[in-house]
């Protein structure tokens, strides 16, 4: 029963959803400042490829992530520097950080330089439960068969939920991204705010894109995430910029990324093509629902997402 | 004490100002990237300069190379002109490359002006049409034409592969046994390879030539015609735009379509120019997309600025091609690209605000007003 078709494809849903829930955690948590970073896909490939890198010198995976985490911030902070600092377009901007880092930039730079090619990860991440737990029936491979990472990211939704719902910074973080002029009137920094959400969203994205190198596919290659961090972004705006929709949502696109091979290793003969352009044309047609959908009614979009505040000119 | 005051007027240097200092400051940037993994700049540098623009062979090279970033940055320039951000060249130019091919593989028998003309109007559909689903989604149903237009270049990627590797298509070439193995495009006929001309030893293609007329195109279509003005008035301002009584729907659609035709009629230039076969693996490797948005950011959306522009970083990838090994990573193309663009838009900056360095103490205090 454990080995059915749907219940293998669900279990490599939340494997493959995974690294889509933590980019787009990462990315809801930046635009719900207002800053939109469209760099995801770019965040998550250097994420990878340092993520990689640390396992190899060191074989820590909890380093790895570590390193991974610094490397996806320090590329958000780029991003952060010019939207906020710079006031540039938050648009073009997040297409350069994509460009920069992305399959065919920095990330393909350093995994060139550092000779991360053709090599196996020496560790990964293995599933952690005890085997009784493991092989109940439908439950045990979809939710017990899984590693930390997966535990770990439920952690990060929990987390986000309460606080952007909970805290005082939470409050304060949802006022910068509504109306960034009320918030600095009532005393909040909208820069810093920006600032920490930007670059926390990074590191989110730069786990999300470890998640590939050290569990999903634990070697490295250029552009190994194809086109995760653009399903990131549609994600966020499919899940209505709520923490919660978003992990029904990286499941759902997971289950789309996961089937092709899924589908393969059960010997379905469809063109391997067809099955692969699966998440994209699933992407494009959940956007087309939520904003037809969403044409009627608001959102949930924070009214200052994309916007520079220029204190001067509000 | 730094100010950052808004610009009332724009200076007119400022247009040459920019991108030059833009260059400037990303090789700057470039060099510590390459001081940080322990290269030498200079070295690095020189090699690569040499390599794009040292001689004849090298200048002929990189007119090729800047050929299809002409059309993708043409692409991207009439798209962001009104705000309309389709990152959807790539997958735009390879639909233009599979109906170009189409095109000169169906009427081979015909003369070569014929099937050259069938094969740019052809890529310009191909193009053009597969640019009308985000256009289409985006005028209608306001869905994010970014994320649509950057899904669809993996649809397209993956129907170029599936053309050539995963099914027996027209495409294809199925006639002897070593293509079964190897599977690769028909060759075009000989009546579809596009003419070049020398000029000094240096070859231009005739694809490079249509990029620059393209361009005097689209500069009079956006600077002398009601079209331009008012695809310029909805980019500054969509609403003053419905208040005059402007379309703004038709506008998206036929901007969106014009952008893809352009980048179709690249593709048909990379069939009919250089491949004279339907290449997936050549096509994807280059990323042109991409590096059409940075040569259209840093051309600031002007139409000649862009084959200049398209011309320098041909340069820089086509050199990025014959160097790469041990000493020229792979991804330095694309980190440059990258760097590019951001010190493009970090000097935007000066274009739209003045910066002031004045001490605090000698400014003159305000009366006070009350």
């Keep these: 029963m454990n080995n059915s078709i749907l219940v293998v494809v669900l279990a490599s849903a939340v494997l493959y959803g995974t690294p889509l829930l933590f980019a787009a955690l990462g990315e809801l948590l930046a635009e719900r400042s207002g800053v939109l970073n469209l760099g995801v896909e770019g965040m998550m490939l ?29 590329m958000a902070l780029i991003h952060a520097f010019l939207v906020v600092t710079l006031r540039a377009n938050q648009i073009v901007s997040g297409l350069a950080l994509t460009i920069f880092a992305g399959a065919a930039g920095l990330s393909s730079y350093l995994g060139n330089d550092l000779n991360l090619a053709d090599q196996p990860a020496k560790r990964i991440f293995h599933s952690v439960l005890p085997k009784s737990l493991r092989d109940l029936p439908v439950i045990g491979p979809i939710l017990f068969n899984q590693s930390l990472l997966v535990y770990g990211s439920w952690v990060v939704v929990i987390v986000v939920v309460l606080y952007l719902r909970r805290t005082r910074p939470g409050l304060n973080v949802r006022a910068v991204g509504e109306s960034p002029a009320a918030a600095d009137a009532m005393g909040i920094n909208v820069t810093v705010y920006r600032y920490v959400h930007t670059v926390v969203g990074g590191a989110l994205a730069g786990i999300g894109g470890a998640c590939f190198s050290l569990s999903i596919t634990p070697q490295w290659v250029d552009g190994l995430t194809s086109g995760a961090g653009w399903i990131a972004i549609a994600l966020v705006i499919f899940a209505f910029w709520r923490p919660g929709l978003v992990l029904i949502g990286a499941y759902f696109f997971g289950a789309f990324s996961a089937l092709p091979y899924t589908l393969q290793a059960h010997g379905v003969t ?40 220029v204190r001067e000119e509000r | 004490m730094i100010r950052i005051e808004r610009r009332l007027e724009q200076p007119g240097w400022l247009n040459v100002a920019v991108p030059v200092g833009s260059l400037v400051l990303a090789f700057g940037l470039s060099a510590l990237v390459l001081v940080a993994t322990g290269h030498d700049p200079l070295q690095t540098f020189r090699r690569l300069i040499h390599a794009a623009f040292g001689g ?84 209608f149903l306001k869905t994010n034409e970014i994320i649509t237009s950057l899904m669809l270049n993996y649809a397209a990627a993956l129907i170029l592969n599936y053309l050539i590797f995963d099914s027996q298509s027209y495409w294809r070439d199925t006639t002897t046994a070593e293509a079964k193995v190897f599977p690769q495009g028909k060759m075009l006929p000989d009546s579809a390879a596009w003419p070049s001309w020398t000029l000094h030893g240096l070859g231009l293609p005739l694809g490079f030539l249509l990029a620059i007329g393209l361009a005097a195109t689209l500069w009079f279509l956006f600077s002398r015609t009601r079209f331009g003005f008012e695809v310029k008035v909805i980019g500054d301002s969509p609403r003053a735009a419905t208040y005059a009584g402007m379309r703004t729907r038709r506008k998206i659609l036929a901007v969106m379509a014009l952008s893809g035709a352009v980048a179709g009629v690249g593709g048909a230039s990379q069939d009919g120019d250089f491949r004279h076969l339907l290449d997936p693996r050549g096509l994807q490797q280059a990323s042109y997309g991409y590096a059409g948005i940075v040569i259209a950011a840093l051309a600031r959306y002007n139409p000649f600025a862009v084959v200049l522009i398209a011309f320098l970083l041909g340069g820089v990838q086509n050199a990025g091609f014959t160097l790469q090994g041990a000493d020229f990573p792979s991804g330095l193309v694309g980190v440059m690209q990258g760097l590019i663009l951001f010190s493009a838009l970090g000097c935007e900056l000066l274009v739209r605000y003045r910066i002031r360095l004045a001490s605090r103490a000698r400014r003159p205090v305000p009366e006070a007003a009350t």
């Design chain 1, 270 to 309: 469809i063109a391997p093509e067809l099955l692969q352009s699966l998440p994209y044309v699933m992407t494009v047609l959940a956007l087309v629902l939520v904003s037809s959908a969403g044409a009627k009614r608001r959102l949930g979009a924070p009214a200052a997402l994309g916007l520079p505040y």
């Design chain 1, 46 to 74: 250097v994420g990878a490829v340092m993520g990689f890198w640390a396992v190899q010198r060191t074989s820590s995976l909890a380093l790895a992530l570590v390193v991974a985490a610094i490397a996806g911030g320090a």
């Design chain 2, 56 to 139: 004849q062979a090298q200048l002929t090279e990189t007119v090729v190379s800047a050929t299809p970033l002409a059309f993708t940055g043409l692409c991207a320039a009439v798209a962001f002109r009104m705000q309309l951000f389709n990152i959807g060249g790539e997958g735009q130019l390879y639909m233009g490359a599979i109906a170009a091919a189409a095109a000169a593989l169906l009427l081979h028998s015909l003369p070569m002006a014929i099937v050259i003309a069938a094969m740019v109007l052809a890529g310009a559909a191909g193009g053009g049409l597969y640019a009308l689903v985000p256009g289409f989604l985006r005028a």
